[in-house]
């Protein structure tokens, strides 16, 4: 795709300034301050950027204020991230579709309902009584279990797994490998051995979740494990039977979370985040990297640390264990000071 930063600007519904002899240059591709060359097009959201991009040949700049001393053409537009995702979307690679229709390879089982537009990819197998949406997409080697249902117009990347009994909702992707409906991880020790609980209800996921690739999410004991709508899963996530978490939550990378807990919306869990079992967080909620949340917190709360407190008071607790290196020297000199002081012959019992 190209497109000159004329049309670049028409497309992303920006002002263009300080083109002049530079209107037809073509743009081929988005690019960062520091490596973009003059085909493509950069972006500049917070003032640390700012400073770098009088050193950048980008061919013109994604801003959200008009930028002074800049020769190279300016798209200004209300919302950089917004912009960029247009032009990211507009520069996107060219990919064949999946041709609709199923591959003379997949295996389909008895009474399964496909509706209309419905790709099925190489390998794949679809057990009995399943229901698939209009438009919807199954990737090379994916299984989908007995009596599962999936709505119209999602994707599901190469080697999927859902298992029987669960629900997806419209517009949901799942990315490669990742596994829906599992056995959840729940034993009793009995007569000198652990005997697995059964875990006999399902997963819903609803409407506009997207999953990323190698992630867990297990099957109820009973009721359902849900994954609210506008909810995005990040890759090597493990949600754990009867987690229900509510709508456009995040979950980064590496995060665990244990049976039954509860998530309110808008929840956002960064990377390595563990919470423990049985634990309720209130909607609005932040939980910094690695944080470890032990018991239940309240809505629009921002924690951090092991075990996850406040960030205020996590950054404090951080600060002086930083400084326990030179307090420990401090304390070595004091002590042989004392023991210099006692030690003289001056000193009195």
């Keep these: 795709?190209?497109?000159?930063?004329?049309?670049?600007?028409?497309?992303?519904?920006?002002?263009?300034?300080?083109?002049?002899?530079?209107?037809?240059?073509?743009?081929?591709?988005?690019?960062?301050?520091?490596?973009?060359?003059?085909?493509?097009?950069?972006?500049?959201?917070s003032e640390k950027h700012a400073a770098a991009i009088g050193q950048s040949r980008a061919g013109a700049v994604i801003v959200g204020t008009r930028l002074k001393g800049v020769a190279m053409p300016q798209l200004v537009v209300e919302d950089v991230d917004a912009a960029?995702?247009?032009?990211?979307?507009?520069?996107?690679?060219?990919?064949?579709?999946?041709?609709?229709?199923?591959?003379?390879?997949?295996?389909?089982?008895?009474?399964v309902r496909m509706s209309q537009g419905v790709c099925v990819g190489?390998?794949?197998?679809?057990?009995?009584?399943v229901e698939i949406g209009p438009d919807t997409v199954i990737g090379s080697g994916c299984r989908i279990?007995?009596?599962?249902?999936?709505?119209?117009?999602?994707?599901?990347d190469t080697n999927v797994v859902v298992y029987h009994n669960c629900s997806l909702g419209n517009n949901v992707v799942i990315q490669a490998n990742s596994t829906i409906g599992s056995m959840g991880f729940g034993y009793s020790f009995i007569d000198g051995v652990h005997r697995l609980i059964p875990h006999n209800g399902g997963v819903v996921i609803e409407d506009s979740v997207e999953i990323g690739a190698n992630c867990c999410i297990d099957r109820a004991k009973f009721g359902n494990t849900i994954i609210g709508a506008g909810t995005k899963i990040d890759n090597l996530v493990q949600i754990a039977h009867n987690v229900v978490i509510g709508k456009c939550c995040l979950?980064?990378?590496?995060?665990g979370i244990a049976g039954s807990c509860r998530l309110g919306d808008g929840v956002v869990l960064a990377g390595q985040v563990g919470l423990a079992d049985n634990i309720e967080?209130?909607?609005?909620?932040?939980?910094?990297?690695?944080?470890g949340v032990m018991s239940s917190v309240?809505?629009?709360?921002q924690l951090a640390w092991i075990p996850a407190v406040d960030k205020k008071k996590a950054f404090q607790v951080i600060g002086q264990v930083m400084r326990l290196p030179k307090m420990a020297e401090q304390l070595k000199r004091l002590a042989e000071r004392v023991k210099k002081l006692e030690s003289s012959k001056d000193h009195k019992e």
């Design 298 to 301: 309240g809505p629009g709360q």
């Design 145 to 156: 279990g007995e009596s599962s249902k999936i709505g119209r117009n999602c994707r599901l």
């Design 84 to 111: 960029l995702i247009e032009a990211l979307n507009v520069f996107a690679p060219c990919l064949k579709p999946a041709p609709q229709g199923v591959d003379p390879s997949a295996r389909i089982g008895k009474n």
């Design 251 to 255: 979950v980064a990378g590496q995060v």
């Design 122 to 129: 190489p390998g794949v197998v679809i057990d009995e009584e």
């Design 1 to 45: 795709m190209k497109l000159t930063v004329v049309q670049l600007a028409r497309e992303l519904g920006a002002e263009l300034i300080g083109a002049d002899d530079k209107a037809d240059v073509e743009i081929t591709t988005v690019a960062a301050v520091a490596t973009a060359g003059e085909s493509d097009v950069t972006f500049v959201k």
């Design 281 to 291: 967080v209130g909607a609005g909620t932040k939980i910094g990297a690695k944080g």
